[in-house]
């Protein structure tokens, strides 16, 4: 089986979503549910197919009742450009549903009734995930744009609280316009316990960002920026001005200084290794 064909095989479904789907069919509903299920699962398939292009490990794709979830086991280390590509594989795939769409319709194989409610659902499910709230693929493209002009934890940090202020404002207007719409309901609070809990797990996701330089697993630097430090600057803080696609220099003291130059390795081999996290730059320095 290659690479694309083992993409079936990580997908899970739900268990909330059979649960929808049995009220579905009491309230006959299931064809809406099976519209709507079949465009979240392109969706989904077109993340994967493009993370299996680049060699990604793929952890497995969740089907929920109102989207989906591609997981997988990279943290920030992969090109810039294949993060974009990634992203953007899922919401091209409505692009070529509703180009499907009229086709299937010439062709007799779609009714007009259906086709029209197809491309309703199209159109929402596209417009939904572009909203810019983390995890949403609007959400990653912010965090994805924020990476290449802040550190790594710094773009994280700035996504998330982003995230915070638009479900605010969602939240405001769907209590001053459709407070009693308990499906929109229900998906606002599922991403406010997702963008909570990735609040909360911050410092996990750095940690795994910083292993994967240390190990140099799949890592790919675009170019090398220099970090002026100070000899007194505790290794933790250095760590945090790591950006994603750079290779890091350390200055410590300042370019023109006698205290010397770290290699980002150096720092990394001596948090990580060494377990030395409480170590000050000019302690590293002075061993060598």
């Not at 929402?124 to 995890?135: K, R, S």
């Amino acid at each position: 089986m290659n690479k694309y064909g083992i993409l079936l095989k990580g997908i899970q479904i739900h268990p909330l979503f059979w649960i929808v789907a049995g009220i579905a069919i009491i309230t006959g509903h299931f064809w809406q549910l099976l519209f709507l299920f079949m465009i979240v699962f392109t969706h989904e398939i077109g993340h994967a197919a493009a993370a299996a292009h680049f060699g990604w490990k793929i952890k497995r794709i969740l089907i929920l009742p109102f989207g989906g979830v591609c997981e997988v086991d990279e943290h920030g280390n992969r090109q810039i450009n294949e993060d974009l590509v990634v992203i953007l594989a899922g919401p091209l795939q409505h692009l070529i549903i509703a180009a499907l769409i009229p086709v299937l319709v010439m062709l007799s194989f779609l009714p007009t009734d259906f086709a029209k409610q197809i491309s309703l659902y199209n159109i929402m499910i596209l417009l939904f995930n572009l909203i810019p709230v983390w995890p949403l693929d609007g959400g990653k493209l912010v965090q994805l744009f924020l990476s290449t002009r802040h550190p790594y934890i710094k773009a994280c940090r700035l996504s998330l609280m982003s995230s915070f202020i638009v479900l605010l404002f969602l939240h405001a207007i769907l209590l001053l316009f459709y407070p009693f719409n308990i499906n929109v309901w229900i998906i606002l609070l599922y991403l406010d316990i997702t963008l909570w809990t990735d609040w909360k797990q911050q410092g996990y996701v750095f940690m795994r960002f910083l292993l994967e330089r240390h190990y140099g697993k799949n890592i790919n630097f675009s170019q090398l920026q220099p970090i002026e430090a100070r000899g007194e600057d505790y290794l933790h803080d250095v760590l945090e001005k790591f950006k994603r696609g750079c290779k890091h220099l350390i200055y410590v003291g300042g370019r023109n200084s006698s205290l010397g130059k770290l290699d980002e390795n150096e720092i990394l081999h001596a948090y990580f290794t060494e377990k030395r996290v409480s170590a000050q730059l000019k302690d590293l320095v002075y061993d060598d």
